[in-house]
């Protein structure tokens, strides 16, 4: 086993970072946000994920405060589209650094759908998506009580929009749906097998109690 201190990593056996190499599979946090103004961004986030259940709350990190980050915080809202393996040439698409103002639904041929309790759109074609008001916004800080310029958006789920072609015995089939996640590098993974296996009787709060 080897160890090493992230900063000091040897880079002639690690030459790319192996940290998202490892904390893997990372949903996509693919995220459309509107400002006060009506400029529309959407982009995917490397970090992102579900925190809580009750009430249901998500968030996503921005390692700078790009445009989605800074139209969320600034209108207190945003949407989040689910990314599929279909849709995986088109999200990598809304990645592009575009100046702000231009449309990346438009520059990545995606239509808008809208949102019904929030203004900002989400992805038509996506199989479900999460209408959310912005809960806490956090600005990260390191061990040395540093500001890293990262900036994480919390948000409640206050909508949600399924598409029934998807939902199998009263459950969301993700076999069917193909979302995909982040992995290290420039890999990817795509979900089309499950399996299933039933807790122990004391462990409810295993793995979060979801």
């Known amino acids: 086993m080897i160890f090493f201190e992230p900063e000091q990593r040897d880079r ?28 529309v961004n959407l982009a995917p986030y490397s970090f992102f994920n579900g925190v809580l259940s009750r009430p249901r709350i998500v968030s996503f990190c921005s390692e700078t405060e790009k445009d989605a980050a800074a139209f969320a915080i600034e209108s207190g809202e945003f949407a989040w589209s689910m990314a599929t393996w279909d849709l995986r040439d088109k999200m990598n698409a809304t990645s592009e650094g575009l100046p702000r103002g231009q449309s990346e639904f438009e520059y990545a041929g995606l239509a808008t759908a809208p949102c019904r309790m929030i203004r900002a759109p989400r992805v038509a074609d996506s199989p479900a998506a999460m209408e959310c008001k912005v809960t806490q916004v956090v600005r990260v800080l390191d061990a040395d009580g540093r500001e890293t310029g990262g900036v994480v958006v919390y948000g409640q789920v206050i909508g949600m929009h399924i598409d029934e072609r998807f939902v199998k015995n009263g459950r969301f089939d993700l076999a069917s749906v193909k979302p995909i996640a982040r992995c290290g590098y420039d890999e990817y993974a795509v979900v089309d097998k499950v399996f299933a296996m039933t807790r122990p009787a004391s462990g409810g709060n295993a793995a979060g109690g979801g």
């Open 12 to 39: 002639a056996l690690f030459p790319h970072d192996p940290f998202k190499g490892v904390v893997v599979p990372r949903p996509i946090g693919w995220i459309s946000s509107m400002s006060k103004a009506g400029q």
